[in-house]
């Protein structure tokens, strides 16, 4: 019975979250030819009552650029845009972490495709 309630208060616990990605948090380029920058643009909605800072948004290698609002006012839409820069052939997956100032948690956000040789 306890992991019933546990189950639950967890489950709640998600859609209390005041951050939310309309569009999702995951963006697959599919295939991208060598040496092109990619941009995507990730929808982000403060659905808080409360302005929110956007700390950081830290990513994991120098292969990715991101740009993001400082603040987003209650009920405000932003859009956190990351960029890739397809220098190495082969699959990837890159992340990158959200954190602000309404929440303990971070989000993480994902890129994936594969770059292939540039078509001559």
């Known amino acids: 019975m306890m992991n ?16 939310h990605f309309p569009e999702g948090r995951l963006h697959d380029f599919g295939q991208i030819p060598q040496n092109k920058e990619v941009v995507h643009e990730f ?4 659905t808080s009552s409360k302005k929110i800072r956007i700390v950081e948004v830290s990513t994991a290698c120098g292969c990715t650029a991101v ?3 400082k603040e987003l006012a209650a009920g405000e839409m932003g ?11 082969g699959i990837f997956k890159k992340h990158a972490l959200v954190i602000t100032t309404c929440e303990e948690q971070v989000h ?6 594969e770059v292939v040789a540039n078509k001559r």
């Open 4 to 19: 019933y309630w546990l189950l639950a208060f967890f489950f709640t616990w998600g859609f209390l979250s005041e951050i």
């Open 43 to 46: 929808s982000i909605e403060n």
């Open 67 to 69: 740009d993001f609002p």
């Open 79 to 89: 859009k956190i845009k990351i960029r890739y820069d397809a220098k190495l052939m």
């Open 108 to 113: 993480k956000l994902m890129i994936s495709g």
